[in-house]
């Protein structure tokens, strides 16, 4: 998919593969990273439920990581098309805070 053609990411997609861009998690760990940063309680049928749909979409894959603690199931990693999805995403959010308009809703910071 090259980068820039796909629609805006749903923030549950968006939190999950920002917590797979620090590396393989389990579901678990990317439930917890993604209600860390985004202050929103994320369930398991929400994360679970976008990793199968990024996995069909081949944006994360197993990671084929064995843990010692069987309870915590599965890992993901991000793939390639993950990461261009997460960077073109970064630049969509990123244009949108430096628009004339939304600045003059939020002060600058000296």
Not at 31 to 40: D, F, H, I, L, T
Not at 44 to 52: D, E
């Amino acid at each position: 998919m090259p980068p820039g053609s796909h629609a805006p990411l749903t923030p549950p997609v968006f939190h999950v593969l920002l917590a797979l861009s620090d590396g393989p998690m389990h579901g678990y760990a990317i439930m917890q990273r993604a209600e860390e940063v985004s202050g929103q309680t994320m369930g398991p049928g929400t994360i679970y439920g976008s990793l199968r749909r990024l996995a069909e979409a081949g944006w994360v894959a197993e990671s084929g990581i064995e843990d010692d603690d069987a309870r915590r199931g599965r890992s993901f990693l991000l793939t390639e098309l993950g990461r261009a999805a997460l960077a073109d995403e970064a630049r969509r959010i990123t244009g949108l805070a430096r628009l004339d308009q939304v600045r003059q809703l939020v002060p600058e910071t000296p």
